[in-house]
């Protein structure tokens, strides 16, 4: 089958998933339910493995538990994409420009170049800090402007599109 969709994953989403996040697991599931049947090709960087280290916890996670992290990242429904140097170039640009962390354009750098329907990240949802959260960006970087969004399944992305008027 052939995706109907490409999704960017940020790390914060992946950790959320991994940990089975109350209030979050279920969308998430459904996301890798979709990633698993090939309705939807999911993607992050290499970046988002070095991200989810410790996961949401202070205290250093246990071999098991880095076990998790590493199967996570083996799946073959993830499409895992390195940092190269167009990637670089462009999330430099992408940080100065936004005033983002360079970690999160590198994340905005990545979707756009593997042309990602939408990025899906909790960057944003409900934090309080002075820097710039990514779903305050949702299109307004890349060209067309890139969807940022907090996670949702293709099934809901497809049903609100149909009722956008002219549709």
């Given amino acids: 089958m052939t995706p109907t969709a490409r999704i960017y994953w940020d790390s914060c989403v992946i950790i959320?998933?991994?940990?089975?996040?109350?209030?979050?697991?279920?969308?998430?599931q459904e996301i890798i339910d979709e990633a698993r049947a090939g309705d939807i090709q999911?993607?992050?960087?290499?970046?988002?493995?070095?991200?989810?280290?410790k996961l949401d916890k202070e205290?250093?996670?246990?071999?098991?538990?880095?076990?998790?992290?590493?199967s996570f990242f083996e799946n073959t429904y993830i499409h895992i994409r390195d940092l190269d140097r167009f990637v670089a170039k462009h999330?430099?640009?992408?940080?100065?420009?936004?005033?983002l962390l360079p970690p999160d354009a590198i994340?905005?750098?990545t979707a756009i170049k593997y042309?990602?329907?939408?990025l899906q990240t909790y960057d944003g949802s409900g934090r309080r800090s002075r820097r710039k959260h990514l779903l305050t960006h949702n299109g307004t970087i890349g060209t067309?402007?890139?969807?940022?969004?907090?996670p949702r399944t293709y099934t809901k992305m497809a049903e609100e599109t149909r009722r956008l008027p002219g549709f």
């Fill in 16 to 28: 959320d998933y991994i940990q089975k996040k109350a209030g979050r697991i279920a969308t998430l």
């Fill in 42 to 53: 999911l993607v992050s960087s290499a970046l988002s493995r070095a991200e989810v280290y």
């Fill in 59 to 70: 205290d250093p996670l246990s071999s098991q538990e880095e076990k998790h992290i590493d």
């Fill in 91 to 99: 999330a430099a640009d992408i940080a100065r420009t936004h005033s």
């Fill in 107 to 109: 994340h905005i750098a």
């Fill in 115 to 118: 042309k990602c329907t939408a």
């Fill in 144 to 150: 067309p402007p890139l969807t940022i969004e907090e």
